[in-house]
């Protein structure tokens, strides 16, 4: 019997506009995270004049206290880094002109925030001014966006001191990241509960987003007479009480450390430890071995002491990871598998050097092979377990 599953679609975009919103989503409760944490965020509105809007509190730039920034949020499937003419073609900065003339003379102590899914070009500079607000003393970046926007270049004096652009994860990290920020709030919390609660405050957020009011939402936003646009819209501390009462928050998580791990770039090295519940101790360590494994191969190719023979240095690495990946059967259905892997592997790699690094390549030595373990992890070739097989 015929099936239309297999007659390909006129359009499909309605499956990448719920992506989309699903993205939007996540990226508001990264917002709601901060607010967990004791932050500087008030509160998250979402869908009210820009996707998502975020109130700060004690910030140098405002008189009264909150600053109130609008985000526009910007997704696509390309992975190559953000130019100046793909932020033009995705459309952030005219929505955010319509806003600032919205918002302007209300005030209001704002900035205009385009949120973009991956990274910016580095080499493009116009884009790289107009990220840190200082688009407008860039004459290329002024005449661009005055184009753009279709205005005298004048016209932009008050705005573009306003725009901000926020590299922010790619969709297949931003869950994984979120989670793994929601565990540090909550330590002694199993995987299958601190999952629980983001898919409660995922909910929460698709509900405001929608203009779907909670329970007694006009007490938990603490206002006389809440706008029916913000009483159904607006994520208060509040409104998610009952969440932040089943976290045990300790005293050593610092929100500067929170901060980038929501909206920092992440490699896959640290991706796939956070997957495996790592210790943000585990994670340092990985970073920094690496990074002086690394820093040991350049030296020895600058000396020419390292091999022109691409076996040597493939042999190593097979056993490496011939190694880790055992390693890591080992210890699955751990409640932090990662770093009973990572310390073991250490042990393994301290105890018999040359085994492995028959050549020497890393002077037989157990920490820079670990550090070269970890690269090869960051190739993903292996992972360090899920945090979420024991739960």
């Given amino acids: 019997m015929a099936d239309p599953i297999e007659t390909e679609a006129p359009d499909d975009s309605g499956s990448v506009t719920v992506r989309r919103f699903e993205y939007q989503i996540h990226i508001s409760v990264q917002a709601v995270l901060e607010m967990l944490a004791g932050g500087t965020v008030i509160h998250v509105t979402c869908e009210h004049i820009e996707d998502v809007t975020v109130a700060h509190r004690g910030d140098p730039r405002c008189a009264d206290g909150v600053l109130w920034d609008f985000q526009q949020i910007k997704t696509r499937d390309a992975v190559e880094p953000w130019t100046l003419t793909d932020v033009f073609k995705s459309g952030p900065l005219k929505s955010l002109w319509r806003t600032h003339a919205t918002v302007a003379g209300t005030g209001l102590t704002y900035q205009l925030t385009a949120g973009i899914e991956g990274h910016l070009d580095p080499a493009d500079e116009a884009v790289v001014a107009l990220a840190k607000g200082k688009g407008g003393d860039n004459a290329a970046c002024l005449k661009r966006v005055a184009t753009h926007l279709k205005v005298k270049e004048d016209a932009l004096t008050d705005f573009l001191p ?9 969709r297949g990290d931003i869950e994984l990241r979120n989670t793994r920020v929601l565990a540090d709030l909550g330590p002694g919390l199993t995987m299958a509960t601190i999952d629980a609660l983001y ?101 020895e190719l600058a000396l020419g002491a390292w091999p022109v023979d691409q076996a040597i240095e493939t042999d190593l690495d097979q056993r490496l990871l011939l190694l880790a990946r055992r390693t890591g059967r080992s210890h699955k259905g751990q409640p932090q598998p990662a770093d009973a892997i990572f310390d073991e592997l250490q042990r393994l790699l301290d105890a018999n050097p040359s085994t492995y690094d028959r050549h020497p390549l890393y002077a037989q030595d157990g920490v820079l092979l670990m550090g070269r373990a970890c690269a090869i992890s960051d190739e993903c070739k292996f992972d360090w377990g899920s945090g979420r097989d024991a739960s």
Wanted: hydrophobic content about 45%; aromatic content about 2%.
């Fill in 162 to 170: 306003l725009v901000r652009i926020r590299p922010l994860p790619r």
């Fill in 199 to 299: 898919i409660e405050l995922l909910r929460r957020t698709r509900d405001a987003t929608q203009g779907m009011p909670v329970a007694r939402w006009t007490e938990l936003l603490v206002l006389d007479s809440p706008p029916p646009a913000v009483l159904n819209k607006r994520i208060t501390a509040a409104a998610v009480a009952d969440v932040r009462q089943r976290l045990i928050r300790p005293d050593h998580v610092l929100l500067e450390d929170l901060s980038q791990q929501l909206h920092g770039p992440e490699t896959a090295l640290v991706r796939k430890l956070r997957a495996g519940a790592a210790s943000r101790e585990v994670i340092e360590e990985a970073q920094m071995l690496r990074a002086h494994a690394e820093r040991h191969r350049f030296k």
